[in-house]
């Protein structure tokens, strides 16, 4: 027997070390696009940008994988799916087979609609932070488009650091599409106070110039001038290479309540990539949160190891974000904060990070 998980950061690091927990004792392929060990994310909007080391952010060494009996191939993603022979093609031409296969190829950021180049950053990957914490330093000005989760945490990041940041965001107040307009004008007042400059309520229609010399075109005609940018606009499905499987692909890879393709009993989906059917609310849902990673993760392992017991996935739906001292926790749906759409199954809490 061979389990095959394609993406090896959180969700599909902790799919192979659950199979083992489970005891599982089929081969475990563990396949990674990038060339460097699986590495967390989280720390990367955070401590990573502030100076952690690379050990500080890994996820599985190659003597672990080694201990558990886990296949990892790094540097090579999966180009294609052959459903007929279940095997998976390679980017380097070889083929791997399976009898269940795990995805999890997650995210990528969505990429700047105003062009790329030298000087504007989005952040996903290690790379990306590697390449965005060179830039911060103390009194450049950097730009940040988008308030969601990612662009307020290097905003306040940033600043940590002596940068001068400036912040835009189309809505209200930062992270208020998914916080509501209360939470997120505490935000927007915690970002202010420290000293970030939050151009809010504005679209950017045009970034011109380069490194060390932007000029971020806004909707009113206003500008804004800064050293870097950092987009942070969401992100989209890594499902290009199933696109010929036959697989239902929509906006992820569509499962039903057991987390499996439909109408593929041996193919999962777990993590960012995932849009499975809520057991309870009915609908297809597709989190982006690391605890749903690695939940999602354990139900698939358990799924496989043990046929005839499988269980459906109903998460507990809850995310963190860290932002100068204050720790924000959110269990549910969070829209709910807004007292139009408040529904009881949604719970925040912020405060000063524990020490
Ligand atoms: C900067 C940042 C900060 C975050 N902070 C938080 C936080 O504070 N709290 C929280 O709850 N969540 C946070 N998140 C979200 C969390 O990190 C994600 O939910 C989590 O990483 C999802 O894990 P995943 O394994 O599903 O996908 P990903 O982490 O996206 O990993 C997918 C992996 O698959 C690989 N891959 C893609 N295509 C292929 C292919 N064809 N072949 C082989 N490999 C492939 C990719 O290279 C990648 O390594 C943050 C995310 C980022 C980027």
Known sequence: MTTAIVGASIA??????????????????????????????PPLSKGYLVGAG??????????????????????????????ALSELRLANGRRVGFDDLVVA??????????????????????????????ELVPDRRIIVIGAGFIGAEVAA????????????????????????????????????????????????????????????????????????VVIGIGAVPNVEWLEDSGLEIDDGLVCDEFLTALGAPEIHAIGDVARWRHPVRGDLTRLEHWTN?????????HNIAHPDDRRSYLPVEYVWSDQFN???????????????????AGWWSFGPAAS
């Open 54 to 83: 690379a050990a500080e952010v890994t996820l599985l060494t190659a003597a672990e994988a080694l201990e558990l009996n886990i296949d990892l191939r790094l540097g090579v993603p999966a180009v294609g799916l052959d459903r």
């Open 293 to 301: 990673a690695v939940d999602q993760a354990r139900c698939v392992a």
């Open 12 to 41: 599909g690091v902790r799919a192979a070390q659950a199979l083992r927990a489970e005891g599982y004792r089929g081969d475990v392929v563990l396949i990674g696009s990038e060339p460097v060990l699986p590495y967390d994310k």
């Open 157 to 228: 990041t940033a600043l940590g650091l002596g940068v001068d940041v400036t912040l835009v965001s189309a809505t209200r107040d930062l992270m208020s599409r998914r916080l509501g307009d209360e939470i997120g004008a505490l935000f927007s007042q915690k970002h202010s106070r420290h000293g970030v400059h939050a151009v809010l309520g504005r679209t950017v229609a045009q970034i011109d110039g380069a490194k060390g010399d932007f000029r971020v075109l806004l909707d009113d005609g206003s500008e804004l001038h800064g050293d870097v």
């Open 105 to 134: 190829t997650g995210v990528r950021a969505r990429p700047s609609p105003w062009g790329e180049g030298e000087g504007i950053h989005v952040l996903r990957t290690l790379d990306d932070a590697d390449r965005l914490r060179a």
């Open 326 to 344: 204050w720790k924000l926790h959110i269990v549910g749906r969070t829209t709910a904060v807004n007292p139009e759409t408040w529904s009881p």
